[in-house]
């Protein structure tokens, strides 16, 4: 993932290689441009990680940067963590799980989290397969702890969030469904404003539609 830094600078997130083949999982790290001298050393976020599921970044304007990914727990729990950066990501703290779903799965389900922040608040979605099952969405306050958790769709899967300028988040998500014998994906968009939130479909009937994006157009649009 790569995202604009409060300074101007562009930080970088990814899934690296280690070559410590004992180790299952993929070390996830971090690194922020430098004025006209390119790209400085890699920050080591966290030394095992889910193997393939994608990084998130996000700034919330005031040069608090986190890293939201999928862990590899003990006992190959699967759920989301965060590391946190004060400094526009100069600087990390360790990385700590959140989501709590004590998802267990032998492998990866190649299914990352977002994110996106706004004066010191994160906001959060992903997908579990644990006993709660579907897309989930949640808000953390600039120590990382949760305010809030909720579950957006038990169907959904591949969730993307984006932060509109009047401060509300938009989700994007596919959701499967059955029609006689036949199983087909809608894509449907959420956005979240305060404790309420409006959903609306965005595929014609019958589709096969998944992996989402959302991205923000002016004021009062997005394209999904």
């Known amino acids: 993932n790569m995202i604009r830094l409060d300074d101007g600078e562009i930080g970088l ?7 410590d083949t004992t180790n299952s999982g993929r070390p996830v790290k971090f690194a922020r441009t430098n004025g006209n001298e390119g790209f400085g050393n890699a920050i080591l976020i966290k030394p095992s990680a889910c193997q393939c599921c994608r990084t998130a ?3 919330d304007g ?3 940067v986190r890293v939201v990914f999928r862990d590899l727990l003990s006992g190959s ?3 989301i963590s965060v590391s946190s950066s004060a400094d526009n990501g100069r600087t990390f703290s360790k990385a700590v799980p959140f989501s709590n779903d004590h998802w ?6 190649h299914n990352g989290p977002s994110v996106v922040s706004k004066s010191e608040r994160m906001y959060v979605t992903w997908f579990t397969g644990s006993e709660q099952n579907g897309v989930f969405y949640a808000e953390l306050d600039k120590h990382n702890n949760m305010l809030l958790k909720q579950q957006l769709d038990r169907n959904g899967r591949f969730v993307q969030l984006c932060l509109m300028p009047d401060g509300s988040r938009i989700a994007a998500y596919n959701a499967g469904y059955r029609v006689e014998d036949s199983v087909y994906n809608k894509i449907v968009v959420n956005k979240i404003d305060g ?3 409006f959903k609306r479909e965005v595929t014609l ?3 096969h539609a998944a992996y989402p994006v959302v991205q923000p157009v002016g004021k009062e649009e997005v394209i999904v």
């Open 205 to 207: 009937p019958r589709a």
């Open 104 to 109: 267990v799965i032998d492998g990866c389900p």
């Open 77 to 79: 729990v699967r759920d």
């Open 62 to 64: 005031r040069g608090n």
């Open 13 to 19: 997130s990814w899934l690296d290689t280690d070559p």
């Open 57 to 59: 970044l996000s700034s």
């Open 195 to 197: 404790k309420s939130i």
